[in-house]
């Protein structure tokens, strides 16, 4: 059923336009070099300084081992290292972190399935994912998933979950357990020498590897170069992010077949065609159609959302995206990380310049009520008019809802990388900087944070550095941020 303009007239008075929603997140604030949230204009704009005002954990202190800056107080412990950790089977640990979720395992055990956004044939690699006998999709690819279990006494266990697939770079959870990985990748077979076509969604169960065995791709989420996926646990859509351009990619909905069940190993039941997949539609509260997301030039800003079946979802000759006339559908610019909170999902477009119609910027997050079916965008950061300088922040991507209150972004720009937070109440802060430089002393460079994730009992915050591959801990003196 459409949301017709008068519904969403009234919504947009009930929630107000440009007015904080209810919710742990609720309106977000941006960075120093960010378009002022309604709350920190009314405060004058001075979010620079969020930990004199009592949010934050402080200043960074650099690390002496050049990896983690972190806050006074809080200390990180290097969980996977790749080239130098190894496996159960005695491969050393894949390269590329990315994605990750954290699950509780037996006997108090912690289990996290971590991503390896390895692209193309095994032999541009050094360290790809091992092709682990019973959980190969193609021998091909380089890519996977590897499952880590930290346990109680901080002893690590590594194995695969699942290899031969390209480019795996976000993903999701769901509310059953497993872990969706998905292909960032959507070469053909017979292209870039894999000898199976990619692009798809793959379930992996961290609980149970027998259930691993044979990966089958989850065909109904459609073929095309996927980031982050979630999934609504009252109401069973699946939400799944497109990082793509030449045209600018899609949010996509997945509605399951009238009277599906999710639970363990369920997915595996669907046929390829199971369900329907669409795009969005989104207007503004005068009824205008907008094209792309990059329109939004002020945080607040809310728009309807109708959504359009997508032709043919597996791409048989033409990408899904291209499948759609200008008009037909709303873009965005690298959409990103996902993240399941408040009744909804958080979206990330990790920036938009001159692929996008719309105003440029360095970085947004958008939340997806589907009760309302509204997006309303929540953080704006601005150009980073100098990236090789700490404080300002560009290019969020992985992201997660904090235990603590709002959310704990990954910065994946130019430049100084940062893991930071973002308070309901105006304010951003920062928690690490990546000081591991893979350039050179003239010209340093360093690699995206990613696969960031708090353990489920919310004391641990796990996330990595992705290049070379470096899983952390981080632990210290949590607190929920005040407004």
């Not at 790749?82 to 990315?98: A, C, I, M, V, Y």
């Not at 699946?238 to 069940?261: M, S, V």
């Not at 945080?299 to 499948?323: F, M, S």
């Not at 997006?375 to 601005?382: A, D, I, P, R």
Request: net charge negative; hydrophobic share 35%; charged share 25%.
């Amino acid at each position: 059923m459409s949301l017709t303009r008068r519904d969403f007239a009234r919504n947009s008075a009930i929630t107000g336009a440009g007015v904080a929603l209810a919710g742990s997140a609720g309106v977000l604030a941006s960075a120093p070099n960010a378009l002022a949230s309604t709350e920190a204009e009314a405060e004058g704009g001075e979010a620079a300084d969020a930990h004199a005002g009592g949010v934050g954990y402080g200043p960074l202190i650099p690390d002496p081992k050049g990896i983690l800056a972190l806050p006074a107080g809080f200390k990180y412990r290097v969980i996977t290292y790749s080239g130098k950790t190894k496996l159960e089977s005695g491969e050393f640990t894949p390269s590329n972190h990315d994605g990750t979720a954290a699950f509780d395992g037996p006997r108090g055990t912690t289990l996290l399935v971590n991503n390896h956004e390895l692209k193309g044939p095994r032999a541009n690699w050094k360290y790809p994912v091992p092709l682990t006998e019973g959980l190969v999709y193609d021998p091909a690819a380089s890519g996977g998933c590897t499952v880590v279990e930290v346990r109680r006494d901080g002893q690590v266990a590594e194995w695969v979950g699942i290899a031969g697939t390209s480019t795996n770079c976000a993903g999701g959870r769901t509310p059953w357990g497993t872990w969706l990985t998905c292909e960032e990748n959507s070469d053909r077979a017979g292209s870039n020498g894999m000898t199976k076509d990619h692009g798809y969604v793959f379930e992996v169960d961290p609980s149970d590897r027998r259930a691993n065995r044979d990966p089958k791709p989850l065909k109904f989420f459609g073929r095309y170069d996927h980031e982050a996926v979630v999934i609504d646990p009252r109401r069973g859509h699946a939400y799944l992010t497109e990082d793509a351009a030449g045209p600018n990619g899609l949010l996509f909905r997945w509605t399951p077949p009238k009277g599906f069940e999710y639970g363990h190993g369920r997915f595996r039941t669907l046929p390829d065609d199971a369900g329907v997949l669409q795009a969005p539609r989104c207007f503004d509260s005068g009824g205008k159609f907008v094209d792309d997301l990059s329109r939004a030039t002020k945080t607040g800003t809310v728009y309807g959302v109708d959504w359009v079946d997508v032709p043919d979802r597996d791409a048989r000759t033409t990408p899904v995206r291209k499948q759609f006339a200008d008009g037909e559908i709303t873009r965005a610019r690298k959409l990103e990380g996902m993240w399941w909170g408040d009744g909804g999902t958080y979206i990330v477009s990790s920036y938009a310049r001159e692929e996008s119609p719309g105003a440029a910027h360095d970085g947004q997050v958008w939340f997806y009520d589907p009760k309302r079916r509204t997006l309303t965008l929540k953080v704006l950061l601005g150009v980073n008019p100098d990236p090789s300088e700490d404080g300002a922040l560009d290019g969020p991507d992985n992201i997660t809802v904090s235990p603590y209150g709002g959310l704990v972004i990954a910065e994946d720009g130019e430049g100084v990388q940062h893991l930071f937070g973002a308070t309901d109440s105006g304010r951003t802060y920062p928690i690490a900087r990546n000081e591991l430089n893979i350039g050179t002393e003239d010209e340093p460079e360093y690699s995206e944070f990613a696969g960031v994730t708090f353990s489920c009992d919310g004391r641990t915050l796990y996330a990595s550095i992705q290049t070379p591959g470096i899983m952390v801990a981080i632990t210290g003196p949590w607190k929920r941020q005040r407004r």
